[in-house]
């Protein structure tokens, strides 16, 4: 099977504004004074507090668990003390339980961060037991914790690992800074996925605009007869993973189905390489890779980031702002992101980016009538009708949007992108989601 210029059907293509940083090496941030720490940065159920104030931590210590499946733990991104756990807002517009250190500078390791041994003598609960332990959730999307989607149930046949290289967001480099420059580690990561799921067919999605990439992971997996690399056509949302998915192997992920229903589990590039460090270093996911970029800020920068650092440092870090006050910042890209009323939120797990707009950029654009064209339709990579499903949400028929599908929206924004009517599609859709989950709930 040739494995060259592979899209799906549907999208749109969309100015990828990633020349401010693509081309630029990751740097190492600087020490954080203070981090601040969710306890609930990942799809599922909430950590409780395992320190309390006045608590000296190390580098890589526990200080949240979780007895539900469906969760993962959470560690200490600095040595320090304990100054507070208390309800803050973070990037995802929630508010959560936080742990406050004030950092020593020392960045103590704390006992248990130690390799785990070689890749060939460990078994796959082994493997999948190091992922929860170090806390590893899905870094390019909903967060989902990593061990959970590595442990399908035994009637759901796997055979096909997916590494999600795609980084479609516009503006956003993390991942393809990771590709290019610790492609070793992303192989490594990818082969200890394959071996805890036990299969023996492993694929990278790159879009193709990302060529340093694409000839590191080339090089890093020569030999690896089971791995390969996958050039893929440059088109929002790509990296989606079902439309990742139909793109590389041809399978459709059904409406309100898995990856594992169709034999494919997909991991982000980011994730695939905390995998790595989690087993030869025995580091927990207490750091990443984000990109920080935007007209609105003076320097640019791809930064390795530690985890609970506010959004206020790096925007310093990065020269501050262009203009005496910005036209808007958004944890995330464009168009999946979420705009941020504050800047001292912590980074998360999932912070690929931190996206800072001019004024001008920002201004609102007048949202105008539905004029009925369709180009709503033409690009919906699920292939669902954004007007119905708004308008009903916009009437409040909640019911109605459930009927046309409104759970399967990806929430990609291509549908907003694409409205001459500039209507806000993606949000109010959003809004349905939120109200048909949370009328299931109640029932």
Same mark, same amino acid.
């Given at each position: 099977?040739?494995?060259?210029n592979?899209t799906?059907?549907?999208?749109?293509?969309?100015p990828?504004?990633?020349?401010l940083?693509?081309?630029?090496?990751?740097?190492?941030?600087?020490?954080?004074?203070? @981090?601040?720490?969710?306890?609930?940065?990942?799809?599922?159920?909430p950590?409780?507090?395992?320190?309390k104030?006045?608590?000296?931590?190390?580098?890589?210590?526990?200080i949240?668990?979780?007895?539900?499946?469906?969760s993962a733990?959470?560690?200490?991104?600095?040595?320090?003390?304990?100054?507070?756990?208390?309800?803050?807002?973070?990037?995802?517009?929630?508010?959560?339980?936080?742990?406050?250190?004030?950092?020593?500078?020392?960045?103590?390791?704390?006992?248990?961060?130690?390799?785990?041994?070689?890749l060939?003598?460990?078994?796959?609960?082994?493997?999948?037991?190091?992922?929860?332990?170090?806390?590893?959730?899905?870094?390019?999307?909903?967060?989902?914790?990593?061990?959970?989607?590595?442990?399908?149930?035994?009637?759901?046949?796997?055979?096909?690992?997916?590494?999600?290289?795609?980084?479609?967001?516009?503006?956003?480099?993390?991942?393809?800074?990771?590709?290019?420059?610790?492609?070793?580690?992303?192989i490594?990561?990818l082969?200890?996925?394959?071996?805890?799921?036990?299969?023996?067919?492993?694929?990278?999605?790159?879009?193709?605009n990302?060529?340093?990439?694409?000839?590191?992971?080339?090089?890093?997996?020569?030999?690896?007869?089971?791995?390969?690399?996958?050039?893929?056509?440059?088109?929002?949302?790509?990296?989606?993973?079902?439309?990742? #998915?139909?793109?590389?192997?041809?399978r @459709?992920?059904?409406?309100?189905?898995?990856?594992?229903?169709?034999?494919?589990?997909?991991?982000n590039?980011?994730?695939?390489?905390?995998?790595?460090?989690?087993?030869?270093?025995?580091?927990?996911? #207490?750091?990443?890779?984000t990109?920080?970029?935007?007209?609105?800020?003076?320097?640019?920068?791809?930064?390795?980031?530690?985890?609970?650092?506010?959004?206020k440092?790096? #925007?310093?870090?990065?020269?501050?702002?262009?203009?005496?006050?910005?036209?808007?910042?958004?944890?995330?890209g464009?168009?999946?992101?979420?705009?941020?009323?504050?800047?001292?939120?912590?980074?998360?797990?999932?912070?690929?980016?931190?996206?800072?707009?001019?004024?001008?950029?920002?201004?609102?654009?007048?949202?105008?009538?539905?004029i009925?064209?369709?180009?709503?339709?033409?690009?919906?990579p699920?292939?669902?009708?954004?007007?119905?499903?708004?308008?009903?949400?916009?009437?409040?028929?909640?019911d109605?949007a459930?009927?046309?599908?409104?759970?399967?929206? @990806?929430e990609?924004?291509?549908?907003?992108?694409?409205c001459?009517?500039?209507?806000?599609?993606?949000?109010?859709?959003?809004?349905?989601?939120?109200?048909?989950?949370?009328?299931?709930?109640?029932?």
């Open positions: 099977m040739k494995l060259e592979l799906f059907k549907g999208g749109v293509n969309v990828h504004y990633k020349e940083t693509e081309n630029l090496p990751i740097e190492k941030a600087k020490e954080p004074a203070i @981090v601040k720490i969710p306890l609930h940065q990942h799809t599922g159920a950590c409780e507090a395992m320190v104030v006045g608590d000296s931590v190390k580098v890589g210590q526990k949240g668990e979780s007895e539900a499946f469906v733990p959470v560690h200490s991104s600095v040595s320090g003390t304990v100054k507070e756990i208390m309800d803050m807002p973070i990037p995802t517009g929630l508010t959560v339980k936080c742990v406050v250190i004030e950092s020593d500078g020392k960045n103590e390791l704390h006992e248990l961060v130690r390799p785990k041994g070689k060939e003598d460990l078994s796959s609960e082994e493997i999948i037991e190091i992922i929860r332990e170090a806390g590893i959730t899905g870094m390019g999307g909903a967060s989902f914790p990593t061990h959970v989607k590595l442990s399908p149930p035994s009637d759901k046949k796997i055979d096909t690992v997916l590494i999600n290289g795609a980084e479609c967001e516009p503006y956003l480099t993390a991942d393809h800074r990771v590709m290019a420059e610790e492609a070793e580690k992303v490594f990561g082969k200890a996925i394959m071996k805890a799921l036990g299969v023996d067919r492993g694929v990278i999605g790159v879009e193709k990302k060529p340093d990439a694409i000839k590191a992971l080339k090089e890093a997996s020569q030999g690896e007869e089971n791995i390969s690399i996958a050039t893929l056509k440059v088109k929002y949302p790509q990296g989606d993973e079902k439309r990742l #998915i139909n793109a590389i192997l041809g @459709v992920v059904p409406s309100g189905g898995l990856p594992m229903d169709v034999g494919a589990v997909v991991s590039a980011s994730t695939t390489r905390a995998i790595a460090e989690a087993i030869l270093e025995g580091k927990p996911l #207490i750091e990443r890779v990109t920080v970029t935007g007209n609105g800020i003076k320097n640019p920068k791809n930064l390795l980031v530690k985890i609970g650092t506010p959004f440092d790096l #925007i310093e870090e990065c020269g501050g702002f262009t203009e005496d006050s910005p036209g808007k910042i958004i944890a995330g464009p168009m999946m992101g979420i705009s941020q009323f504050s800047i001292d939120v912590p980074i998360i797990k999932g912070s690929g980016g931190i996206l800072v707009l001019s004024k001008e950029e920002a201004k609102p654009e007048p949202i105008q009538p539905c009925r064209c369709g180009k709503c339709l033409e690009v919906c699920v292939k669902l009708q954004p007007l119905y499903i708004s308008s009903y949400t916009l009437k409040k028929n909640f109605k459930e009927e046309y599908n409104a759970l399967d929206c @990806v990609c924004g291509a549908c907003s992108y694409i001459p009517a500039k209507r806000p599609l993606v949000e109010s859709i959003r809004l349905a989601k939120r109200e048909i989950l949370a009328k299931r709930k109640a029932k």
